[in-house]
C-alpha cells in the first residue's frame, strides 16, 4: 500500500498536474474525510483503492482545486447504466454501480491483468469525466469483448423545470496507462 505522499507524486506524474496542485487536493480530500489519515512517517495512512479513485477525480475533474471535496461528492457517486463484471478465475464479480467504485474496481483490475493492457488493440480503458453537468463514461475492451458505461444523474425532471443548456463543455480523459500506473502504486507492499 502506498503513502499519500507516493500517491500524489504518481498522479501528479501520470495526469501531467503539478506536484503542488494534487498536494492541495488531497490535502482537501484528507480534510473532507474522502481520504484515508493516518499519522506520519511509519504511522502515514496507506492508501487505498478508493482513496485513488477519488484523488483522481479531483484532479481530473475539478475546475477550481478550492472544489477537490464537492468534486468528488458529485462525481463519485454517479449511477451506472451498468456496472462492471470481472472474471475472478472462473467466477463473476460484479463491481462499479457507482462511477467511484468502477474507477475504484479498475485501479485493482489493470495491474494484476496487464498482460492484457500492453497492447491498446488488445486491452485498453478510456475515462472521461464531462462537466460542467456532472458525467463520465469508462468505455473498456479486453481480448475482444467491449463496452461504454455511461454515469450520470439520472434524477427525472418535471416538465415545469428550467432546462439550462450551456455552450461550455470540458472533459477530462485517461486511460489505462494512468490506471495502471496508479494501481500498481497502492498494489504495491
Known amino acids: 500500500m502506498a503513502s499519500p505522499k507516493e500517491l500524489v507524486q504518481v498522479v501528479a506524474r501520470?495526469?501531467?498536474?503539478?506536484?503542488?496542485?494534487?498536494?492541495?487536493?488531497?490535502?482537501?480530500?484528507?480534510?473532507?474525510?474522502?481520504?484515508?489519515?493516518?499519522?506520519?512517517?511509519?504511522?502515514?495512512?496507506?492508501?487505498?483503492?478508493?482513496?485513488?479513485?477519488?484523488?483522481?477525480?479531483?484532479?481530473?475533474?475539478?475546475?477550481?482545486?478550492?472544489?477537490?471535496?464537492?468534486?468528488?461528492?458529485v462525481y463519485a457517486p454517479l449511477p451506472a447504466s451498468e456496472p462492471l463484471i470481472f472474471d475472478d478465475d472462473g467466477r463473476e464479480v460484479v463491481r462499479g454501480e457507482t462511477f467511484g467504485d468502477a474507477l475504484a474496481a479498475l485501479l485493482e483490475a489493470v495491474p494484476a491483468n496487464r498482460d492484457l493492457y500492453r497492447?491498446?488493440?488488445?486491452?485498453?480503458?478510456?475515462?472521461?469525466?464531462?462537466?460542467?453537468?456532472?458525467?463520465?463514461?469508462?468505455?473498456?475492451?479486453?481480448?475482444?469483448?467491449?463496452?461504454?458505461?455511461?454515469?450520470?444523474?439520472r434524477r427525472s425532471f418535471r416538465s415545469s423545470d428550467p432546462i439550462t443548456v450551456a455552450d461550455l463543455q470540458f472533459i477530462s480523459k485517461f486511460t489505462q496507462i494512468t490506471i495502471g500506473f496508479v494501481g500498481e502504486v497502492i498494489a504495491s507492499d
Do not use: F, Q
Open 119 to 153: 497492447d491498446p488493440e488488445v486491452g485498453s480503458v478510456d475515462v472521461c469525466l464531462y462537466g460542467p453537468r456532472p458525467s463520465a463514461t469508462i468505455e473498456w475492451k479486453v481480448a475482444g469483448r467491449s463496452n461504454t458505461l455511461k454515469y450520470e444523474n
Open 14 to 73: 501520470e495526469t501531467g498536474v503539478s506536484e503542488a496542485t494534487v498536494i492541495v487536493h488531497d490535502r482537501n480530500l484528507a480534510l473532507a474525510g474522502l481520504r484515508s489519515v493516518g499519522g506520519r512517517g511509519r504511522a502515514a495512512a496507506r492508501m487505498t483503492y478508493r482513496d485513488a479513485a477519488n484523488l483522481i477525480i479531483a484532479v481530473a475533474a475539478s475546475r477550481n482545486v478550492k472544489d477537490s471535496a464537492k468534486t468528488v461528492e
